[in-house]
């Protein structure tokens, strides 16, 4: 089976799977042009958070193909502006942005900048793909008997560079016998787990089943969940982490089951300026994601609504944090991770 990856480089353009579409529409957006790859971004066309970093990285490299060697700078850095606008949360996006911006420092006076600058895109996104292997490798870990995982959001192929973080963990750990089924939230408002993940697990040939979002208190009552594993899109240095609005709510359910409750992520998706939970930016969407589906009202467009895209689980609740280099568990002190 030919694997999915979210973003693909080819012949210098950049090839997005269109995610709003899927699981019903399999649309691949083909652009150079650096706007139009910022607004994928801002309408989730590509998103999770490490996927939204290789994308904003081919971004730049992207921008600067054929401009005058007088107006680099000047072009360079309204791109940079440009996608660092486009999301706050991720840190995966600052974390790229920032690396490309050494490449266009170190090399703005040469010839082959923009080769520099698509090399070091590649370079990002085959990074990407390394740190997800190594993530499924440590994730396995945590599984002691063959398991019935609950997740949330997509975390998979679709949401990365690579194969993926939790559902990465999930893939591997049901190639190693050790899944019984999976419970997908469907993760409202955009609903990323019964369109994406579903489609990913469909794929993947792993059973499961899309639950709503507050059936998870009453599958966890009904003995029916043995682990919760999710991704994330910034975690602070005591481990606090940010990731898709109602991560929180399943990690406080966890608690009260005595259920573990793991976050999967990169090391990139730690914040080095970050020592707090407190201090990460909550993306806050449009209210037309709240009351339509696919454009179609669901309620009266004049009720006020509130729509923030990511929530904030304390460290104290989460049993350990798996990256591609080991599993850490609190109290977190990841400095040095
Ligand atoms: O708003 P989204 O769909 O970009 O949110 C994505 C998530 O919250 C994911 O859980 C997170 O980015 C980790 S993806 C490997």
Partial sequence: MNKIRSVEFKNEQLHIINQTKLPLVEEVIITDDLERIAVA???????G??????????????SLKNIPFQLRTEVFEKAFQRMAATRPTAVNLFFALNEMKNVFEQFKNEKDLYEKLSAKAVALHQEDIMLCGGIAQQGVKIFTKRSKVLTHCNTGSLATGGDGTALNVIRKAFESGLIEHVYVDETRPLLQGSRLTAWELNKLGIPFSINTDSASAFLMQQNKVDLVIVGADRIALNGDTANKIGTYNLAVLCHFHKIPFYIAAPSTTIDKNCSSGAQIKIELRDKNELISINGKLITNEDYSAYCP???VTPNELITAIVTEKDLFKPPFDLKHV
Avoid: H
């Fill in 41 to 47: 971004i801002e309408r989730l066309e590509v998103r």
């Fill in 49 to 62: 958070a490490p996927a939204i970093g290789v994308a904003a990285a081919y971004a730049l490299s992207l």
């Fill in 309 to 311: 895209a990511f929530d």
